[in-house]
């Protein structure tokens, strides 16, 4: 699971979340914003059941992890607040949580997306993290601290997002940190999605940070 929650921590801004504490008083529709707590536990995935006290996830992995509900616990999907009750299995989900005692995790904030945002945000499928050292006309070449060098392949199939929107292969430079999703087959990485942009100062950081309240590794 720690690779989803790696990515899910990258793209939590794009999908509204803040870094914030949690809010005191009025929800998104208050104007106080969809946050949760600094360096909290991120969990992305498919809703496997519905309690009244908690709900069950399974993850990229097939792992199932349950978060637990509480009354500080806010929903939300686009731009509308939701309830507990709107939840139904099979939805996907992204959640924002408050580690706890017995590897008990608490829901701060939910988020219910489509399909398609489980897609385009690195739901599913292999990844490779580093930085652009070499760019070809059919592939780049990232590098970090753990891995070393790796090849990741591109084809006609591959769709790109820069700051969150989409890009092509000529808006990359050697330098930028990226992550692809994709598929690796007979040791060979071939990458259906590259995202970039999402790791600038203030979240990735200069070379070989780690992410803001983080205290594990980063993806170099």
């Known amino acids: 699971m720690a690779k989803w929650m790696v990515t899910v921590f990258l793209l939590f801004p794009l999908l509204g979340f803040s870094q914030a504490p949690p809010a005191q008083g009025p929800g998104p529709s208050g104007g106080r914003g969809f946050q949760g707590e600094p360096g909290g536990p991120r969990i992305m995935g498919t809703v496997a059941s519905v309690g009244v006290d908690r709900i069950t996830v399974k993850t990229g992995d097939g792992k199932e992890q349950t978060i637990l509900l509480g009354a500080e616990t806010r929903y939300r999907e686009a731009q509308r607040e939701i309830q507990l009750e709107d939840l139904k299995p099979g939805d996907h989900v992204f959640v924002m949580g408050r580690a706890g005692a017995n590897n008990e995790i608490t829901a701060l904030a939910v988020r219910r997306v489509?399909?398609?945002?489980?897609?385009?945000?690195?739901?599913?499928?292999?990844?490779?993290?580093?930085?652009?050292?070499?760019?070809?006309?059919?592939?780049?070449?990232?590098r970090n601290r753990r891995q070393g060098e790796r090849v990741v392949k591109i084809n006609e199939q591959t769709t790109f997002m820069k700051q969150g929107q989409p890009a092509t292969l000529a808006d990359l430079k050697v330098g930028d940190r990226v992550m692809a999703v994709g598929k690796e087959v007979n040791g060979e990485f071939t990458a259906t999605r590259i995202m970039s942009g999402m790791m600038g100062e203030g979240r990735w950081g200069g070379r070989g940070q780690r992410p803001e309240g983080n205290t594990g590794p980063g993806p170099q």
């Open 114 to 142: 489509t399909e398609d945002q489980m897609q385009r945000f690195g739901g599913g499928g292999d990844r490779a993290f580093g930085e652009i050292i070499a760019i070809g006309k059919n592939q780049l070449t990232l």
